[in-house]
């Protein structure tokens, strides 16, 4: 597609329920990243990939927090044990290459009851 | 980390009013960018501005990384310029965005 699509838009939870969110980045972006939106912590960086080099995940809140990036190309970001807490958007950016212009996805609104 | 600091938090504008948007930050830069996040969350690129003046349309964008600003200008505001503007950085040596917290405009018709 022409731009950063991610799934679902929306996503209600039960606590202590898995969720798995989607990105599919730009076609030949090499580099993808996640950011979460929250109304205390405005927009903060979670985790980012470039090719095949290890991830950068120094920004997961915890380790009930995991992302994958297969083939290159589509991103999951899994949430384990989901806490109330945990409720915000999550966004998805990718780039040409690393450090480049970051373009973002429309988001997952994420609601743990 | 690094630090953004956006000023001001709060702006409302009438309608055909200009306007300046202030982003510091604390350390050197690699690059800059400024969004326009939509009612739907949606965060659109406006500039991609490391240094120096870029403009597009009604909205340009100034970057003076040796003292650590940048400045978006808004002419002629619209209704359609309503909503948050972001700044965010990416510091040398990292390849992620901090961001500030952002400017809340609103232009009253």
């Known amino acids: 597609g022409a731009g950063v699509s991610q799934s679902p838009s929306n996503k209600v939870t039960e606590k202590g329920k898995d969720v798995e969110l989607r990105c599919d980045p730009i076609s030949g972006h090499t580099a993808l990243y996640w950011y979460r939106q929250s109304l205390g912590q405005g927009l903060e960086f979670l985790i980012y990939f470039q090719g095949n080099s290890a991830p950068d995940k120094s920004g997961l809140p915890s380790d009930r927090f995991s992302a994958e990036r297969t083939g290159g190309s589509v991103s999951t970001l899994t949430i384990q044990r989901t806490q109330q807490e945990d409720s915000a958007v999550y966004l998805c950016?990718?780039?040409?290459?690393?450090?480049?212009?970051?373009?973002f996805g429309p988001g997952t609104r994420l609601t743990v009851l | 980390g690094i630090q953004v600091e956006q000023s001001p938090p709060d702006l409302i504008l009438q309608e055909g009013a200009n306007s300046t948007l202030r982003c510091n930050f604390s350390d050197s830069v690699n690059n800059l960018q400024w969004f326009h996040q939509n009612p739907w969350g949606q965060l659109i690129n406006l500039f991609y501005?490391?240094?120096g003046t870029k403009q597009n349309g009604r909205l340009s964008a100034t970057t003076v990384a040796t003292e650590r600003y940048s400045l978006l200008y808004i002419s002629s505001s619209q209704t359609t310029d309503s909503g948050v503007y972001f700044c965010a950085v990416r510091p040398w040596g990292n390849n992620r965005l901090a961001f500030g917290k952002g400017n809340q405009v609103v232009v009253i018709p």
């Open positions: 501005i490391p240094s």
């Open positions: 950016a990718s780039s040409l290459i690393a450090g480049d212009e970051q373009f």
